[in-house]
């Protein structure tokens, strides 16, 4: 009879309610905290890597101003292939220093596309800023590259790029750190950014060879390729995307209305 009354207290001290052991409850506390906490770690990472962008897209200002003194550059075809080494190396310089163990976003090819781009708009608003006589880093350029951008609506191309297109920029590789690219609001950028980028180089390729400058054009003519190139592909890539869209949309009206 006492051996049986031990063995029901020892049950019931396990069975009652509130006597769980301290270190469950403790492990469970810190297990919600960092469920709680995973969302700003991320957020966190994120700015981390936004910030390492435009830190990369700054360094084309020094170079720039690098590229200046170097009598390679009174060379029109050397202009064109430096130009084109630079920008390529960003890419892998970006994979890494800031992305490498993101799996999410090191497969898109645009990421890196608009981290180039970004880095090309810095160019651009130096760019700009020489033809106005604030700098001296792109005169080499003016003169045997794209002798074209001298004309009024190739200044203000070059700031709209290095201003609104940088932007734009920005936020969009912040929606891909973030994962979240199948938003409205991304969608719109991505495509005011495609309509606005594919409406500038009509105006600006187009003056460039029917302007006054249509008997200078140089290597360096190509390098508008790209920017002609991979918007009209994410465009393409948006559109192809509008009916699986258009499900999710309906499917979270649906949600929010039950």
């Keep these: 009879m006492h051996r049986s009354k031990k063995k029901n207290s020892k049950v019931s001290a396990h069975d009652a309610p509130g006597t769980r052991p301290q270190s469950i409850v403790t492990n469970d506390q810190t297990t919600i905290n960092k469920i709680n906490e995973k969302p700003s770690i991320q957020s966190e990472s994120a700015i981390r890597v936004l910030i390492g962008i435009v830190g990369v897209s700054l360094l084309s200002v020094p170079i720039c101003y690098m590229l200046s003194y170097m009598q390679q550059m009174k060379n029109s075809l050397n202009i064109f292939l430096y130009s084109a080494v630079i920008c390529v190396s960003v890419a892998p310089l970006t994979y890494f220093l800031l992305i490498k163990h993101l799996l999410h976003v090191k497969k898109e090819t645009y990421f890196y596309v608009f981290t180039?781009?970004?880095?090309?708009?810095?160019?651009?608003?130096?760019?700009?800023?020489?033809?106005?006589?604030?700098?001296?880093?792109?005169?080499?350029?003016?003169?045997?590259?794209?002798?074209?951008?001298?004309?009024?609506?190739?200044?203000?191309?070059?700031?709209?790029?290095?201003?609104?297109?940088?932007?734009?920029?920005?936020?969009?590789?912040?929606?891909?750190?973030?994962?979240?690219?199948?938003?409205?609001?991304?969608?719109?950028?991505?495509?005011?950014?495609?309509?606005?980028?594919?409406?500038?180089?009509?105006?600006?390729?187009?003056?460039?060879?029917?302007?006054?400058?249509?008997?200078?054009?140089?290597?360096?003519?190509?390098?508008?390729?790209?920017?002609?190139?991979?918007?009209?592909?994410?465009?393409?890539?948006?559109?192809?995307?509008?009916?699986?869209?258009?499900?999710?949309?309906?499917?979270?009206?649906?949600?929010?209305?039950?």
């Design 116 to 258: 180039i781009f970004s880095f090309t708009a810095i160019a651009d608003l130096l760019l700009a800023l020489t033809i106005d006589e604030y700098s001296s880093a792109f005169h080499f350029y003016l003169n045997q590259g794209e002798v074209y951008l001298k004309t009024s609506h190739g200044l203000f191309i070059n700031y709209w790029d290095g201003t609104t297109h940088y932007i734009l920029y920005l936020i969009m590789l912040y929606c891909m750190l973030k994962q979240k690219t199948d938003t409205k609001f991304f969608r719109f950028l991505s495509l005011f950014w495609c309509g606005s980028i594919i409406n500038s180089l009509i105006v600006l390729l187009g003056g460039a060879a029917l302007g006054q400058f249509g008997t200078h054009i140089k290597p360096s003519y190509l390098l508008n390729v790209p920017y002609t190139v991979f918007p009209i592909i994410f465009l393409v890539r948006q559109f192809s995307t509008r009916s699986n869209f258009i499900q999710q949309e309906r499917k979270k009206m649906k949600k929010s209305l039950n």
